[in-house]
């Protein structure tokens, strides 16, 4: 949660901002349980990427009513609201995903079941993430070919996802699960890669929507100075040479 204080220090006033520490997985996970999340905080996590990863400026309370909606329809009882924030402003911050125990599966403990476990759980966090970004409308950036790249690559991973879990559930045998180091290496590569995507979507687009904002200033003083507002369907006046509705004037 950020806090806003002011002390005055030889008759300046100071602004701090305080943001509260994300105390980690294991002790967001009872809270989010307590409150009637019935699914996993890596869930949590990427319906939050998904949501910063996308046009509009949704925040936290929107997630927690997706959110706890999805998990029975019923009120929850008690909201762990701070905790939630402070681990929207830690991804609102990473370049990287950190890493955490959802991404990695160890070797010593890998059979058929928790890979597969472990597979299907990375599958439900894209698809969450997938239908996250796309509530929020991220098509708004496709005119960046960088965004448009990434979520093309984050959309072909999300399906061989699912295509591999379908083969390995079906089609491997116990010779297929035989070489376990090799396969949980691959997979926990393969899992911090698309983390990494969502973190990668969610830069790029944050990066688009400052931009934005400042294209946005600039237009106000423009419209200010010849008296004439930008219609949605006039020509952008930062020069992208797209619709107002379509550029700066998007919602």
């Given at each position: ?169 079906s089609r491997w045998d116990d010779k297929d699960f035989q070489d376990v180091g090799s396969l949980v290496e691959r997979l926990n590569r393969f899992t911090q890669i698309l983390w990494d995507t969502m973190i990668s979507l969610k830069e790029s687009v944050k990066a688009g929507k400052f931009e934005r904002r ?38």
């Open positions: 949660m950020i806090r806003l204080k002011y002390r005055k220090d030889d008759h300046t006033a100071m602004q701090q901002f305080r943001v509260k520490k994300y105390p980690g997985d294991g002790a967001l996970a009872p809270l989010v349980s307590a409150a009637g999340g019935r699914a996993s905080v890596e869930i949590l996590k990427a319906a939050i990427l998904g949501a910063l990863a996308s046009s509009g400026d949704r925040n936290v309370q929107e997630i927690l009513m997706e959110y706890f909606a999805a998990q029975g329809g019923r009120k929850p009882d008690r909201v762990p609201v701070e905790e939630i924030e402070s681990l929207w402003y830690l991804l609102n911050g990473s370049v990287r995903f950190p890493s955490a125990p959802h991404m990695q599966i160890d070797s010593a403990n890998a059979t058929r079941e928790t890979l597969l476990d472990f597979v299907r759980r990375q599958i439900d966090a894209g698809e969450t993430f997938f239908a996250s970004v796309n509530f929020g409308r991220i098509q708004d950036f496709f005119g960046d070919e960088k965004i448009a790249k990434v979520y093309t690559l984050f959309e072909a991973n999300l399906t061989l996802l699912r295509e591999m879990h379908a083969s390995m559930a400042k294209n946005r200033s600039v237009i106000r003083d423009i419209e200010n100075r010849t008296g004439q507002e930008v219609r949605r369907n006039d020509q952008c006046p930062c020069g992208s040479g797209k619709k107002y509705k379509h550029c700066c004037g998007a919602h």
